[in-house]
């Protein structure tokens, strides 16, 4: 299914596709979902067999500066340190009328855009953006 719920003391949460709902109590809140985590890499084709290995891992795109590694709840991006400046978090946004104004937007080569931007201590944030067409190309 493409949804799940959890439960604990004090509320439960509905996942369904890039959005999280919460109640507690009355009150309804829509949390941001984290689309994926970058992580700076010596070596694209050690790091992948390594996350291959160690958490079952697939590679589901990949170039020579990236390997986009799905897990069960999210994707790991391995990415090229001799070409990428940050380690990061990526936010999903379901509308690019949602991408931060601020920051650096990139159009990436898979057809996603995102927008960098920093939080307040410093770790770089990336707000990720799929078009229609790119859920379709990438199979989402």
């Known amino acids: 299914a493409n949804y799940v719920w959890r439960w604990s003391l004090?509320?439960?949460?509905?996942?369904?596709y890039s959005y999280v709902y919460c109640w507690y109590g009355r009150l309804i809140e829509k949390m941001k979902t984290i689309d994926h985590i970058a992580l700076l890499v010596d070596n694209l084709e050690e790091s992948q067999k390594w996350y291959e290995d160690n958490l079952d891992a697939v590679c589901i795109f990949n170039d020579k500066f990236y390997r986009r590694m799905q897990v069960s709840n999210t994707t790991i991006a391995l990415i090229c340190k001799n070409r990428y400046d940050h380690n990061h978090v990526g936010i999903l946004v379901d509308s690019e009328e949602k991408l931060p104004k601020e920051g650096k937007r990139v159009e990436h080569r898979d057809g996603t855009i995102g927008v960098y931007t920093f939080d307040n201590s410093g770790h770089c944030v990336e707000f990720i953006y799929y078009s229609t067409e790119v859920k379709k190309k990438l199979d989402i």
């Open 10 to 16: 004090r509320y439960f949460c509905f996942f369904h």
